[in-house]
Nanobody, 119 residues
């Protein structure tokens, strides 16, 4: 079965950077789209970024445009989220997700990794 395992979260000061990693296994993902989402305490889950596994233009949420970059390494089946110029409002649990049919519905989710940005 599909497994998505996030890593790379932690505590960082405002203005700093972190790179999140999502190890994907259990399927061939070439026809999937992959996404990152986040959820802060007391808030709804928020879309962060999306990219087709096989290549194509990434898409970002407005709050992270110009600061975050999503990418895929097909050789090691990983999805990355490079986060720069971090702000305290970026504090959340970040989730990796897989969209099997590229229809915007994510069927598979990881367990999440905590990112905390201190001011």
């Amino acid at each position: 079965q599909v497994q998505l395992v996030e890593s790379g979260g932690g505590l960082v000061q405002a203005g700093g950077s972190l790179r999140l990693s999502c190890a994907a296994s259990g399927r061939t993902f070439s026809n999937y789209a992959m996404g990152w989402f986040r959820q802060a305490p007391g808030k709804e889950r928020e879309f962060v970024a999306r990219i087709p596994w096989s290549g194509g233009s990434p898409y970002y949420g407005d709050s992270v445009k110009g600061r975050f970059t999503i990418s895929i390494n097909d050789a090691n089946n990983r999805v990355y989220l490079q986060m720069s110029s971090l702000k305290p409002e970026d504090t959340a649990v970040y989730y990796c997700a897989a969209d099997q049919w590229r229809d915007g519905t994510y069927e598979y989710w990881g367990q999440g990794t905590q990112v905390t940005v201190s001011s």
